[in-house]
Protein backbone atom coordinates (compact mmCIF):
# COMPACT_ATOMS: atom_id res chain seq x y z
CA UNK A 1 0.00 0.00 0.00
CA UNK A 2 1.37 3.36 -0.69
CA UNK A 3 1.46 6.03 1.39
CA UNK A 4 0.63 10.00 1.51
CA UNK A 5 1.58 12.91 3.15
CA UNK A 6 -1.32 14.07 4.76
CA UNK A 7 -2.07 17.73 3.82
CA UNK A 8 1.46 19.46 4.89
CA UNK A 9 1.84 17.78 8.19
CA UNK A 10 4.60 16.12 7.58
CA UNK A 11 2.69 12.64 8.70
CA UNK A 12 2.28 10.00 6.08
CA UNK A 13 -0.84 8.27 5.92
CA UNK A 14 -1.72 4.61 3.89
CA UNK A 15 -3.40 5.76 0.72
CA UNK A 16 -6.38 3.90 1.71
CA UNK A 17 -8.34 4.89 4.36
CA UNK A 18 -10.61 2.35 5.76
CA UNK A 19 -14.03 3.48 6.45
CA UNK A 20 -16.00 1.60 9.33
CA UNK A 21 -19.25 2.86 8.99
CA UNK A 22 -20.68 -0.71 8.56
CA UNK A 23 -18.92 -1.34 12.13
CA UNK A 24 -21.93 -2.75 14.25
CA UNK A 25 -24.13 -2.78 11.51
CA UNK A 26 -23.55 -4.96 8.71
CA UNK A 27 -20.16 -6.49 9.94
CA UNK A 28 -19.85 -7.90 13.53
CA UNK A 29 -17.29 -7.20 16.13
CA UNK A 30 -15.26 -10.63 15.14
CA UNK A 31 -15.02 -9.59 11.79
CA UNK A 32 -14.81 -6.10 12.18
CA UNK A 33 -11.49 -7.16 14.12
CA UNK A 34 -10.27 -9.16 11.10
CA UNK A 35 -10.68 -6.34 8.76
CA UNK A 36 -8.63 -4.37 10.95
CA UNK A 37 -5.77 -6.79 11.34
CA UNK A 38 -5.79 -7.53 7.30
CA UNK A 39 -5.53 -3.53 7.15
CA UNK A 40 -2.57 -3.57 9.24
CA UNK A 41 -0.95 -6.45 7.95
CA UNK A 42 -1.18 -4.86 4.44
CA UNK A 43 0.10 -1.02 5.35
CA UNK A 44 -3.33 0.40 6.08
CA UNK A 45 -3.52 2.69 8.90
CA UNK A 46 -5.66 5.22 8.42
CA UNK A 47 -8.75 4.66 9.54
CA UNK A 48 -12.26 6.60 9.60
CA UNK A 49 -15.20 6.76 11.87
CA UNK A 50 -17.89 8.86 13.68
CA UNK A 51 -19.54 9.32 16.69
CA UNK A 52 -23.10 8.88 15.19
CA UNK A 53 -22.40 5.47 13.76
CA UNK A 54 -24.75 3.12 14.91
CA UNK A 55 -25.24 6.00 17.85
CA UNK A 56 -21.71 5.73 19.02
CA UNK A 57 -21.51 1.75 18.76
CA UNK A 58 -18.96 1.78 15.82
CA UNK A 59 -16.65 4.23 18.04
CA UNK A 60 -17.60 1.19 20.98
CA UNK A 61 -16.27 -1.47 18.56
CA UNK A 62 -13.31 -0.01 17.42
CA UNK A 63 -12.11 1.02 21.10
CA UNK A 64 -12.54 -2.98 21.46
CA UNK A 65 -10.85 -3.88 18.60
CA UNK A 66 -7.77 -1.57 18.38
CA UNK A 67 -6.46 -2.67 21.94
CA UNK A 68 -2.70 -3.10 21.49
CA UNK A 69 -2.65 -1.67 17.84
CA UNK A 70 -3.80 2.07 18.91
CA UNK A 71 -0.30 3.66 17.86
CA UNK A 72 0.29 1.58 14.73
CA UNK A 73 -3.34 3.72 13.46
CA UNK A 74 -4.05 7.50 12.36
CA UNK A 75 -7.13 7.54 13.41
CA UNK A 76 -10.17 9.83 12.28
CA UNK A 77 -13.42 10.90 13.95
CA UNK A 78 -16.29 13.48 13.50
CA UNK A 79 -18.56 15.42 16.24
CA UNK A 80 -21.52 14.08 16.85
CA UNK A 81 -23.61 16.79 18.71
CA UNK A 82 -24.32 19.85 17.73
CA UNK A 83 -21.00 22.58 16.58
CA UNK A 84 -21.33 25.24 19.36
CA UNK A 85 -18.62 24.98 21.67
CA UNK A 86 -20.12 22.61 24.66
CA UNK A 87 -21.00 20.14 22.46
CA UNK A 88 -17.79 19.93 20.53
CA UNK A 89 -15.63 19.74 23.88
CA UNK A 90 -18.16 16.87 25.08
CA UNK A 91 -18.36 14.99 22.15
CA UNK A 92 -14.33 14.32 21.82
CA UNK A 93 -14.31 13.23 25.38
CA UNK A 94 -17.40 10.93 24.70
CA UNK A 95 -15.52 9.50 21.54
CA UNK A 96 -12.21 9.18 23.34
CA UNK A 97 -13.94 7.48 26.13
CA UNK A 98 -15.60 5.12 23.40
CA UNK A 99 -12.49 4.73 21.48
CA UNK A 100 -10.79 3.79 24.49
CA UNK A 101 -8.03 6.19 23.69
CA UNK A 102 -6.62 9.68 25.20
CA UNK A 103 -6.36 11.08 21.43
CA UNK A 104 -7.44 10.71 17.95
CA UNK A 105 -5.00 11.95 15.38
CA UNK A 106 -7.93 13.84 12.99
CA UNK A 107 -11.16 15.01 15.04
CA UNK A 108 -13.92 16.33 11.70
CA UNK A 109 -16.92 18.50 11.63
CA UNK A 110 -19.57 16.34 10.33
CA UNK A 111 -21.88 18.34 8.67
CA UNK A 112 -21.85 22.22 7.95
CA UNK A 113 -25.16 23.28 10.03
CA UNK A 114 -27.20 26.03 9.87
CA UNK A 115 -26.86 29.11 12.41
CA UNK A 116 -22.96 27.96 13.44
CA UNK A 117 -20.40 29.91 14.34
CA UNK A 118 -16.62 29.26 12.49
CA UNK A 119 -15.08 31.59 14.94
CA UNK A 120 -16.52 29.64 18.21
CA UNK A 121 -15.66 26.32 16.32
CA UNK A 122 -12.51 26.93 15.83
CA UNK A 123 -11.86 28.08 19.11
CA UNK A 124 -13.04 25.05 20.06
CA UNK A 125 -11.41 22.79 17.96
CA UNK A 126 -7.85 24.66 18.73
CA UNK A 127 -8.54 23.78 22.31
CA UNK A 128 -9.33 20.52 21.55
CA UNK A 129 -6.31 20.04 19.97
CA UNK A 130 -4.32 22.18 22.29
CA UNK A 131 -5.67 19.68 25.36
CA UNK A 132 -3.84 17.04 23.49
CA UNK A 133 -6.99 15.34 22.33
CA UNK A 134 -6.79 15.74 18.44
CA UNK A 135 -3.39 16.00 16.69
CA UNK A 136 -5.13 17.87 13.96
CA UNK A 137 -8.44 19.23 13.32
CA UNK A 138 -10.39 19.07 9.69
CA UNK A 139 -13.91 19.41 8.38
CA UNK A 140 -16.45 17.41 6.35
CA UNK A 141 -18.89 18.43 3.38
CA UNK A 142 -17.73 21.91 3.91
CA UNK A 143 -18.15 24.30 0.50
CA UNK A 144 -14.57 26.04 -0.18
CA UNK A 145 -15.79 29.54 0.78
CA UNK A 146 -16.33 28.31 4.56
CA UNK A 147 -13.14 26.34 4.78
CA UNK A 148 -11.50 29.18 3.93
CA UNK A 149 -13.09 31.63 6.08
CA UNK A 150 -12.36 29.17 8.83
CA UNK A 151 -9.06 29.28 8.38
CA UNK A 152 -8.80 32.78 8.06
CA UNK A 153 -10.26 32.60 11.72
CA UNK A 154 -8.10 30.57 12.73
CA UNK A 155 -4.58 32.33 11.08
CA UNK A 156 -5.83 35.40 12.98
CA UNK A 157 -5.75 33.97 16.34
CA UNK A 158 -3.00 31.57 15.88
CA UNK A 159 -5.19 28.46 16.55
CA UNK A 160 -5.14 25.09 14.37
CA UNK A 161 -6.37 25.24 11.36
CA UNK A 162 -8.92 22.75 9.06
CA UNK A 163 -5.99 20.25 7.32
CA UNK A 164 -8.34 18.00 5.90
CA UNK A 165 -11.77 18.24 4.17
CA UNK A 166 -13.59 14.82 3.79
CA UNK A 167 -16.43 15.62 1.01
CA UNK A 168 -18.31 12.75 -1.57
CA UNK A 169 -16.43 12.17 -4.33
CA UNK A 170 -16.87 9.44 -7.13
CA UNK A 171 -17.84 9.41 -10.88
CA UNK A 172 -21.04 10.51 -10.41
CA UNK A 173 -21.02 13.38 -7.37
CA UNK A 174 -18.19 15.82 -8.65
CA UNK A 175 -19.73 18.54 -7.43
CA UNK A 176 -16.52 19.07 -5.60
CA UNK A 177 -14.39 20.01 -9.02
CA UNK A 178 -15.99 22.95 -8.70
CA UNK A 179 -14.03 24.55 -6.34
CA UNK A 180 -13.48 22.00 -2.98
CA UNK A 181 -10.34 19.89 -5.04
CA UNK A 182 -8.93 23.34 -6.60
CA UNK A 183 -8.98 25.19 -3.38
CA UNK A 184 -7.29 21.94 -1.75
CA UNK A 185 -4.57 21.53 -3.72
CA UNK A 186 -3.84 25.23 -3.72
CA UNK A 187 -4.08 25.83 -0.07
CA UNK A 188 -2.47 21.82 0.96
CA UNK A 189 -5.36 20.59 2.47
CA UNK A 190 -6.27 16.87 2.59
CA UNK A 191 -9.34 15.82 0.62
CA UNK A 192 -10.17 12.60 2.00
CA UNK A 193 -12.94 11.48 -0.82
CA UNK A 194 -15.84 9.06 0.93
CA UNK A 195 -18.32 6.54 -0.99
CA UNK A 196 -15.72 5.92 -4.05
CA UNK A 197 -17.83 2.89 -4.69
CA UNK A 198 -21.08 5.04 -4.51
CA UNK A 199 -22.26 2.89 -1.49
CA UNK A 200 -21.22 -0.54 -3.80
CA UNK A 201 -23.31 0.38 -6.71
CA UNK A 202 -19.89 -0.15 -8.75
CA UNK A 203 -18.73 -3.02 -7.50
CA UNK A 204 -20.54 -5.00 -10.65
CA UNK A 205 -22.68 -6.80 -7.88
CA UNK A 206 -25.67 -4.23 -9.40
CA UNK A 207 -26.95 -4.55 -12.95
CA UNK A 208 -29.20 -2.44 -14.25
CA UNK A 209 -32.97 -3.74 -15.26
CA UNK A 210 -32.27 -6.56 -12.43
CA UNK A 211 -33.49 -7.01 -8.96
CA UNK A 212 -31.43 -5.89 -6.21
CA UNK A 213 -28.80 -8.13 -4.90
CA UNK A 214 -29.55 -9.94 -1.67
CA UNK A 215 -28.04 -9.12 1.50
CA UNK A 216 -26.61 -5.47 0.27
CA UNK A 217 -27.37 -2.05 1.28
CA UNK A 218 -29.62 -1.46 -2.07
CA UNK A 219 -32.18 -3.59 -0.53
CA UNK A 220 -32.12 -0.46 1.91
CA UNK A 221 -30.91 2.58 0.93
CA UNK A 222 -33.37 4.90 -1.10
CA UNK A 223 -30.31 6.79 -2.64
CA UNK A 224 -28.73 3.84 -4.11
CA UNK A 225 -31.82 2.85 -5.62
CA UNK A 226 -31.99 6.42 -7.42
CA UNK A 227 -28.46 6.12 -8.48
CA UNK A 228 -29.36 2.91 -10.21
CA UNK A 229 -32.01 3.97 -11.98
CA UNK A 230 -30.69 7.03 -13.27
CA UNK A 231 -27.56 5.99 -13.87
CA UNK A 232 -27.97 2.07 -14.88
CA UNK A 233 -27.16 2.51 -18.69
CA UNK A 234 -23.64 4.15 -17.24
CA UNK A 235 -23.09 1.55 -14.79
CA UNK A 236 -23.31 -1.42 -17.37
CA UNK A 237 -20.81 0.11 -19.35
CA UNK A 238 -18.61 0.81 -16.71
CA UNK A 239 -18.44 -2.78 -16.01
CA UNK A 240 -18.10 -4.11 -19.37
CA UNK A 241 -15.15 -1.85 -19.56
CA UNK A 242 -13.68 -3.11 -16.44
CA UNK A 243 -14.01 -6.72 -18.04
CA UNK A 244 -12.48 -5.75 -20.89
CA UNK A 245 -9.83 -4.33 -19.24
CA UNK A 246 -9.39 -7.69 -17.20
CA UNK A 247 -10.02 -5.68 -14.07
CA UNK A 248 -12.91 -5.46 -11.04
CA UNK A 249 -14.90 -2.34 -11.26
CA UNK A 250 -13.92 -2.07 -7.97
CA UNK A 251 -10.22 -1.45 -9.26
CA UNK A 252 -12.06 0.87 -11.91
CA UNK A 253 -13.99 2.88 -9.17
CA UNK A 254 -11.08 3.71 -6.92
CA UNK A 255 -8.70 4.25 -9.67
CA UNK A 256 -11.42 7.11 -11.02
CA UNK A 257 -11.01 8.52 -8.04
CA UNK A 258 -7.23 8.70 -7.25
CA UNK A 259 -6.73 10.06 -10.54
CA UNK A 260 -6.89 13.32 -9.05
CA UNK A 261 -4.12 14.53 -8.10
CA UNK A 262 -6.32 16.12 -4.99
CA UNK A 263 -7.25 13.18 -3.42
CA UNK A 264 -5.28 12.36 -0.46
CA UNK A 265 -7.05 9.34 0.39
CA UNK A 266 -10.45 7.60 -0.72
CA UNK A 267 -12.22 6.44 2.25
CA UNK A 268 -13.31 2.85 1.03
CA UNK A 269 -16.30 1.18 3.31
CA UNK A 270 -16.18 -2.93 3.47
CA UNK A 271 -18.72 -4.44 5.40
CA UNK A 272 -16.98 -8.35 5.21
CA UNK A 273 -13.24 -9.10 4.98
CA UNK A 274 -13.99 -10.64 1.51
CA UNK A 275 -14.46 -7.00 0.12
CA UNK A 276 -11.31 -5.82 2.08
CA UNK A 277 -8.76 -7.88 -0.41
CA UNK A 278 -10.09 -6.52 -3.80
CA UNK A 279 -10.24 -3.18 -2.08
CA UNK A 280 -6.98 -3.26 -1.10
CA UNK A 281 -5.61 -4.29 -4.18
CA UNK A 282 -7.65 -1.77 -6.17
CA UNK A 283 -4.55 0.63 -4.95
CA UNK A 284 -2.15 -1.24 -7.35
CA UNK A 285 -3.76 -0.25 -10.34
CA UNK A 286 -4.04 3.10 -12.42
CA UNK A 287 -6.27 4.87 -14.73
CA UNK A 288 -4.88 5.96 -18.19
CA UNK A 289 -5.96 9.81 -19.45
CA UNK A 290 -7.12 7.88 -22.40
CA UNK A 291 -9.31 5.40 -20.36
CA UNK A 292 -10.18 8.09 -18.15
CA UNK A 293 -11.87 10.33 -20.59
CA UNK A 294 -13.60 7.00 -21.65
CA UNK A 295 -14.88 6.09 -18.70
CA UNK A 296 -16.09 9.29 -17.41
CA UNK A 297 -18.25 9.98 -20.27
CA UNK A 298 -20.01 6.90 -19.22
CA UNK A 299 -21.88 9.23 -17.07
CA UNK A 300 -23.86 12.48 -17.58
CA UNK A 301 -22.06 13.87 -14.54
CA UNK A 302 -19.14 16.43 -15.77
CA UNK A 303 -20.14 19.54 -14.12
CA UNK A 304 -20.94 22.46 -16.16
CA UNK A 305 -20.51 26.52 -16.31
CA UNK A 306 -21.65 27.86 -13.14
CA UNK A 307 -23.44 30.77 -14.59
CA UNK A 308 -25.49 29.00 -16.29
CA UNK A 309 -26.68 27.04 -13.21
CA UNK A 310 -26.43 24.06 -14.98
CA UNK A 311 -25.20 21.21 -12.41
CA UNK A 312 -25.95 17.69 -13.65
CA UNK A 313 -24.06 16.23 -11.07
CA UNK A 314 -25.18 17.69 -7.64
CA UNK A 315 -28.16 16.42 -7.94
CA UNK A 316 -27.59 14.93 -4.68
CA UNK A 317 -25.23 17.37 -2.15
CA UNK A 318 -25.16 20.49 -4.13
CA UNK A 319 -28.55 21.57 -2.11
CA UNK A 320 -26.75 21.03 0.60
CA UNK A 321 -23.52 22.79 0.04
CA UNK A 322 -24.92 25.90 -1.48
CA UNK A 323 -22.26 28.92 -0.91
CA UNK A 324 -24.97 31.22 0.54
CA UNK A 325 -24.81 32.33 3.66
CA UNK A 326 -27.72 31.11 5.33
CA UNK A 327 -25.21 28.64 7.18
CA UNK A 328 -23.86 31.29 9.25
CA UNK A 329 -27.29 33.42 9.71
CA UNK A 330 -27.28 35.73 7.07
N1 LIG B 1 -18.20 12.47 6.28
C1 LIG B 1 -19.33 12.03 5.80
O1 LIG B 1 -20.35 12.77 5.74
C2 LIG B 1 -19.42 10.60 5.31
C3 LIG B 1 -20.60 10.14 4.69
C4 LIG B 1 -20.64 8.80 4.25
C5 LIG B 1 -19.53 7.98 4.42
N2 LIG B 1 -18.41 8.45 5.05
C6 LIG B 1 -17.23 7.56 5.25
O2 LIG B 1 -16.90 6.94 4.03
C7 LIG B 1 -16.86 5.52 4.16
C8 LIG B 1 -17.27 4.86 2.86
O3 LIG B 1 -18.59 5.26 2.49
P1 LIG B 1 -19.70 4.24 2.00
O4 LIG B 1 -19.51 2.94 2.74
O5 LIG B 1 -21.00 4.89 2.10
O6 LIG B 1 -19.41 4.07 0.46
P2 LIG B 1 -18.47 3.13 -0.46
O7 LIG B 1 -17.13 2.97 0.14
O8 LIG B 1 -18.59 3.74 -1.80
O9 LIG B 1 -19.26 1.74 -0.48
C9 LIG B 1 -19.05 0.73 0.46
C10 LIG B 1 -19.96 -0.46 0.13
O10 LIG B 1 -19.58 -1.05 -1.10
C11 LIG B 1 -19.73 -2.44 -1.05
N3 LIG B 1 -18.41 -3.05 -1.30
C12 LIG B 1 -17.20 -2.66 -0.86
N4 LIG B 1 -16.22 -3.43 -1.35
C13 LIG B 1 -16.83 -4.36 -2.11
C14 LIG B 1 -16.35 -5.46 -2.87
N5 LIG B 1 -15.05 -5.74 -2.96
N6 LIG B 1 -17.27 -6.21 -3.54
C15 LIG B 1 -18.59 -5.93 -3.48
N7 LIG B 1 -19.10 -4.91 -2.76
C16 LIG B 1 -18.23 -4.14 -2.08
C17 LIG B 1 -20.27 -2.78 0.33
O11 LIG B 1 -21.70 -2.83 0.20
P3 LIG B 1 -22.56 -3.96 0.95
O12 LIG B 1 -22.44 -3.66 2.42
O13 LIG B 1 -23.94 -3.74 0.40
O14 LIG B 1 -21.97 -5.29 0.57
C18 LIG B 1 -19.86 -1.57 1.15
O15 LIG B 1 -20.73 -1.35 2.27
C19 LIG B 1 -17.77 5.23 5.36
O16 LIG B 1 -17.45 4.00 5.99
C20 LIG B 1 -17.46 6.42 6.25
O17 LIG B 1 -16.26 6.17 6.98
C21 LIG B 1 -18.34 9.74 5.47
Given at each position: ????????????????????M???????V?E?D??????????????????????????????Q??????????L???????????????????????????????Y?????V???????????????????????????????????H??????R????P?????????????????????????????????????Q????????????????????????????????????????????????????????????????????????????????I???????????Y??V????????????????P?????????R????????
Amino acid sequence: MNTVEFANTGVHVSEMCLGTMMFGSRCDVAEADRILGACLDQGVNFIDTAAMYGNGETERILGQIMKGRREKLFLATKVHKGVDRRSILESIDESLARLQTDYVDLYLIHWPVEGMRPLEIMEALNQVVTQGKARFVGCCNYPAWLLAHSNAIAARNGWAPLVCNQVAYNIIERGVEVEILPQAMAEGIAITAYRPLVQGLLTGKYRWGQPLPENSRGQTSAQLITWLSQYGEGVERFIRFAEARGITPVQLAIAWVRYSPAVTSPIVGVSSLSQLQATIDAFAWDLSPEDYETVTAFFNTEVKEEGLQRFPGLRYNFPRLRRNLHLLGM
